[in-house]
Nanobody, 128 residues
Framework: QAQLVESGGGSVQTGGSLTLSCAAS????????MGWFRQRPGDEREDVAT?????????NYADSVKGRFTISKDSANNILYLRMSRLRPDDTATYFC????????????????????WGQGTQVTVSS
């Protein structure tokens, strides 16, 4: 069964850093895009990705995290990372990793509805 397992969440103060990891099982495939999505307390999960890597390697970020977050992928081991720095209280959320088997190409970032394999989420709390 295709599986994604996130880790690395935690509690930090404003200005701190965290790195999230997402380990993908072999049967998720290696051709699909991968991304991070977040769900703030009391809100629905955002349809716009926090960050994505498309099949052709294109990277997209939400405007709110540009310059602070970095997405990367260890393709050999099928692990997705999200390095988060200069964290703010409004970054507090559950962060979900997502992928799908079908490829995604082009400059437009895939939305949440384009993904069908999801992790269980990891909590990030940023205190002021």
């Amino acid at each position: 069964q295709a599986q994604l397992v996130e880790s690395g969440g935690g509690s930090v103060q404003t200005g701190g850093s965290l790195t999230l990891s997402c380990a993908a099982s072999r049967d998720t495939g290696s051709n699909g895009p991968m991304g991070w999505f977040r769900q703030r307390p009391g809100d629905e999960r955002e349809d716009v990705a926090t960050a994505t890597i498309s099949t052709d390697g294109r990277i997209n970020y939400a405007d709110s995290v540009k310059g602070r977050f970095t997405i990367s992928k260890d393709s050999a081991n099928n692990i997705l990372y999200l390095r988060m720095s200069r964290l703010r209280p409004d970054d507090t959320a559950t962060y979900f990793c997502a992928t799908r088997r079908r490829a995604w190409y082009g400059p437009v970032a895939p939305k949440a509805r384009e993904f069908d394999i999801w992790g269980q989420g990891t909590q990030v709390t940023v205190s002021s």
